[in-house]
């Protein structure tokens, strides 16, 4: 280890259903840690199958498991701050839950650092009263605030400028250029079977339910060609995704696999729904599908533009009769191998191009070295 690295500790709270901002965190992390570029160690907050199954699947491969740890206990917490004394206490959940843990952060390290992977907080949007008084609390202990947003960030600094109205000063905000993937990991296999894969967390945000109207409105065609549809993920929303393929008798095609690694299924897949409600950028599970050579239907918002080209995606409005047709233009369009190949090439050469890590790694560095 090089001396004179910039002592980071980032906190996670994790659970066995892992989002895109965990495995996000995880692969930048593990980065820093095997190209000596920071001393990053990670404080898990998770029971022990799930710390398990996250440090195998991230850190074992780069024998990294030693930079994570497992903490039980308030009591374990300020044991390891007192000991490592970091530079950054970095984090990205506003959970009020997690407050007392922000406020150790705080006390123990000379900076804190909020990873902000909210959409509708960079809007000062806020699911409850309580939650905006919680997480307001929680952003007023910053130093600084890493946006994953680069288009938001002014919005962000506007809505601050009223919760901050005490502090001499605003945090410093940052955002990276560009996200990025695993494009070691996540590789398209050679021979691309029918099938159509939707994965996110279950909830209204993601749309899922827009996406099995999608399917059913084109079921007939789908058994034409022989496709299956894989949707996964886990989430509030379950019992009713459940009913509406029950209901609408396409259990057949759909495949509900609630939470599962999706490398395996991207890897062969043809097409990938990325239909979120407010913002697609930076989501992982679209990058690692435009890294696995799929063709991509996105809805038309935010910065969704800066993942897509148009030789292997469509970006369209939020509505049922739009995506369909679309869908069925894709699904004829891929009948043919050369149209099929070309777009596994070329969305392959744009997550190769774009996704890179190490260009997200020296972004964040940057940002923590700016902090001092």
């Not at 079977?193 to 909830?203: D, E, G, N, Y």
């Not at 869908?327 to 996704?355: C, Q």
């Amino acid at each position: 280890m090089k001396k004179n690295l910039l002592k980071v500790v980032v906190f996670l709270n994790i659970s066995k259903y892992q989002g895109g901002a965990e495995r996000r965190i995880a692969r930048y992390s593990n980065y820093l840690i095997k190209k000596h570029l920071a001393n990053v160690r990670l404080l898990v907050w998770a029971n022990e199958p799930d710390f398990k199954s996250f440090v195998d699947i991230y850190f074992a491969k780069d024998n990294n498991c030693g930079r994570c740890f497992n903490i039980s206990s308030i009591h374990n917490l300020i044991k390891y701050l007192m000991l490592w004394k970091p530079d950054i206490f970095q984090f990205f959940d506003c959970s009020g839950s997690l407050l007392h843990i922000y406020i150790l952060g705080k006390l123990f390290s000379k900076r804190i650092v909020s990873d902000m992977a909210s959409y509708t907080m960079c809007e000062g949007r806020f699911y409850s009263s309580l939650g905006s008084i919680i997480c307001k609390r929680v952003l007023k202990l910053c130093d600084g605030i890493f946006c994953l947003y680069p288009h938001k960030t002014d919005e962000l600094r506007h809505n601050l400028e009223n919760v901050m109205m005490f502090r001499e000063k605003l945090p410093l905000i940052q955002a990276p250029s560009y996200s990025f993937t695993d494009i070691d990991r996540f590789k398209p296999c050679y021979e691309k079977i029918k099938t159509i894969v939707f994965a996110a967390r279950l909830v209204e945000s993601k749309n899922p339910l827009l996406f099995l109207d999608v399917i059913q409105k084109k079921k007939d065609i789908l058994r034409k060609l022989n496709y299956k549809v894989i949707l996964c993920g886990t989430g509030i929303l379950n019992t009713k995704i459940l009913k509406e393929i029950e209901d609408n008798n396409i259990s057949d095609i759909v495949v509900f696999t609630e939470y599962i690694d999706v490398l395996s299924c991207l890897r062969k897949s043809r097409i990938f729904f990325s239909i979120q409600k407010y913002e697609n950028y930076p989501s992982q599970s679209l990058m690692e599908a435009i890294a696995c050579g799929n063709y991509i239907i996105a809805s038309n918002g935010g910065a969704t533009h800066r993942m897509l080209r148009k030789n292997f995606s469509s970006m369209l409005d939020l509505d049922v009769d739009l995506l369909s047709r679309e869908l069925e233009n894709v699904l004829y369009l891929m009948e043919d191998s050369k149209f099929l190949k070309n777009v596994v090439l070329n969305a392959r050469i744009f997550s190769e191009t774009h996704f890179k890590i190490c260009s997200f790694a020296e972004e964040i560095l940057s940002f923590w070295r700016a902090l001092f």
